[in-house]
């Protein structure tokens, strides 16, 4: 920039670094600005004098804006070092990963190959092992199926370092097969010996059963026709009962009737006095209740001549009360509103007319 526009050159590029990182390092480019601020005389007086006034001032915030500048391009400068560091670093990392996996290749394949062979192994003695443990549930075909599939499998040289532990799990699944083989062979034919033994019981119990219904046939037979015989013998002796009875009640019924004919006639004469005393009380008794009927007609109707008497008056002196409460409450009323100053007449008038309803929202209670 120029002298117009500034007081003190900026720091070279090449050593700006050194002086805004050292302790008051611009101090002599301060210094500068400084010695052309106490080398002007101001002069307010003219409008030039004026005008400078305002060109230093100027220049002053000119200069203090270069100053910053060059302080901001060295930050930003600086912001970018750590950026190119970490990409150089990053870029090393990775070549040097790529390399170390390129040296590392053959024994990462060797081990990868390594681990699938024992992996291979480990599966087939796993297998053997699974023969041992996993036969509970297996039936006699199943469990020789079994152990045939075993026994198929040839352990040698081919299992390397796991030949002598294959062996191991062979002869061990055999071994627990075998054993599972012979429980469940043992187990099969206890059941073979249960179901035969199960089918001559209930051989033997349908015999059993159906010579019980034999002797029970025979037996019933016997006593049916027992019972047949039993019958026809009390029949017999029955209608012989019944025919002596028969003539013994004919007999009996005869004399039966003979005397209820008599009794009847007897009865008859009886009934016939009877009848005649009975209607005899029966007038006597009839003009009783007729006097009787005429008596209580007369009492009724005097009592109830006497109660309707008896409500005439109550109804008299209901009313009497009546008129002698309503007078008395309307009489104090009229005394109250003549307390206040009004002519007995015209408090009279008042009073009546409340009591008549006609005045509204007042009413006196009775």
Known sequence: MSEATELAKVPAKENALQVYQAANGLDPYLAKIREEIDGFIPDITTTKGRQAIASIAHSVARSKTALDNIGKELVADLKDVPKKIDAERKRMRDLLDAWKDEVRKPLDDWQAAEDARIDKLQKGIDWFNL???????????????????????????????????????????????????????????????????????????????????????????????????????????????????????????????????????????????????????????????????????????????????????????????????????????????MSMNVSEELAKAIVLKIARGEVPNVTITF
């Open 131 to 337: 023969r041992a443990t996993e036969n509970a549930d297996l039936d006699a075909v199943e469990l020789k199926a079994s152990i045939a599939e075993v026994e198929r499998i040839v352990v040698g040289e081919k299992w390397e370092e796991f030949e002598a532990e294959a062996h191991r799990a062979k002869a061990k699944a055999i071994e627990s097969l075998g054993a599972a083989l012979a429980k469940r062979e043992a187990y099969d034919a206890e059941q073979a010996e249960l179901a035969k033994l199960r089918e001559e019981k209930e051989a033997r119990d349908k015999k059993d059963n159906e010579d019980r219904i034999a002797r029970e046939a025979a037996e019933k037979a016997t006593h049916e026709a027992e019972e047949k015989a039993q019958r026809e013998r009390e029949a017999q002796e029955q209608k012989a009962r019944d025919e002596q009875a028969a003539a013994e009640k004919r007999e009996a019924d005869l004399k039966l009737q003979a005397a209820e004919s008599e009794r009847r006639a007897e009865q008859a004469k009886r009934e016939k006095v009877e009848a005649e005393q009975k209607a005899e009380q029966d007038r006597l008794a009839a003009i009783e209740r007729e006097k009787q009927s005429v008596e209580q007609a007369r009492i009724d109707e005097q009592a109830r001549q006497q109660e309707a008497a008896d409500e005439i008056i109550r109804q008299q002196k209901a009313r009497q009360a009546d008129v002698a409460h309503k007078s008395k409450i309307l009489g104090e009323a009229k005394q109250a509103i």
